[in-house]
């Protein structure tokens, strides 16, 4: 029995210490997460010539909020484009997965007789594309979508093969067949099953690829520079991204010495660094209070929506 004692006592022991040891490395883990993010923050916030002459702090040694008053020297430009973002944003995620569920749910039905050569559509959609030029010719020529926001909207974006696996996935082991069965019995047709039952049940899939959407819409700058002329119509990130390629010509021109001395010496009191960092912050400010919100579903239905049934 003393010896029985012994061994729970050294389990527990055991126990305690490994979790000790696993609880540090997720510290760990997480503050190599967050740090980069605060030294960005802090950067942003430190004058030019401190960045200059100190270098990177997590504690600005200059405060100076010089980089924010570049970035919106126009406040009116910064809050269009933010709104054209989560317009899209808000519209692309809610159509996609409107989409990619009824998508997958047709997929997932066994009765369906096509399902198979849907599947391996959906499949060839993620190994091969048309390449560069027919995608940007169908959508130029055929869609007519050049300089409007569908651009922004359909392009690569509203449909993920990815996507409609991992939901299929998910219907097919996380709801019953036997629950489909009994609405069916009752008069229920397949869009009221769809509606009433499946997306119910679903939350936690739902949520995790809404949250993949948000981010690929929240991050997309590439279908404004190919299919954006109109400035009025560039979204935040684009926005941020010609601010950045614009301050990198003036500043190739100025070493050059094609410029006049008044624009050099503008140029040099420009927070270039700061600008950059501010550029960051601004742009990748609204997913960090996102996510907390959506991050137990995410995980969750990532981990229920790739098991294979």
């Known amino acids: 029995m003393e010896k029985e004692k012994v061994g729970k006592k050294r389990k527990v022991g055991q126990g305690r210490f490994y979790n000790t040891w696993i609880h540090v490395l997720m510290f760990l883990c997480a503050m190599a997460c967050i740090l980069p993010f605060v030294l960005v923050l802090a950067i942003s ?3 030019e010539k401190s960045l200059i002459v100190e270098g990177y702090r997590f504690f600005p040694k200059a405060f100076s909020l010089d980089a924010y008053k570049y970035l919106f020297t126009t406040p009116i430009t910064i809050i ?10 808000a519209a692309g995620t809610v159509l996609s997965l409107a989409m990619t569920s009824m998508l997958a749910y047709t997929m997932s039905r066994k009765n369906y ?3 198979r050569i849907l599947s391996i559509y959906v499949l060839l959609t993620m190994l091969f594309n048309g ?16 300089d409007s926001l569908l651009a922004l909207l359909i392009p690569n974006m509203l449909v993920s093969g990815f996507n409609v696996i991992v939901m ?6 996380s709801v019953s067949d036997s629950l489909i069965d009994a609405a069916a019995i009752d008069g229920a047709g397949e869009f009221k099953i769809y509606w009433k039952i499946i997306l119910p049940l679903s939350k936690p899939v739902l949520a995790a690829i809404a949250f993949m959407t948000v981010l690929g819409y929240w991050n997309n700058w590439y279908n404004s520079m190919v299919f954006i002329n109109d400035s009025a ?10 601010t950045l390629l614009n301050m990198q010509a003036l500043k190739s021109a100025m070493m050059m010495g094609t410029m006049s001395p008044e624009m050099i010496k503008a ?4 927070p270039s660094n700061g600008v950059r960092m501010a550029m960051a912050v601004v742009g990748v400010g609204p997913m960090l209070f996102l996510f907390p919100f959506a991050q137990k579903y995410f995980v969750s239905g990532l981990t229920l929506g790739s098991v294979k049934g």
């Open 45 to 47: 916030l430190t004058d």
């Open 267 to 270: 140029l040099s009191d420009m």
């Open 168 to 173: 299929r996935t998910f219907f097919s082991n």
């Open 80 to 89: 269009r484009a933010y709104g054209i973002t989560i317009l899209i944003t």
């Open 131 to 146: 390449g560069l030029t027919p995608w940007y010719l169908v959508y130029t020529q055929i869609f007519n979508v050049k």
């Open 113 to 115: 007789p096509y399902r």
């Open 233 to 242: 119509k560039f979204s935040v990130q684009y926005l941020m991204t010609r």
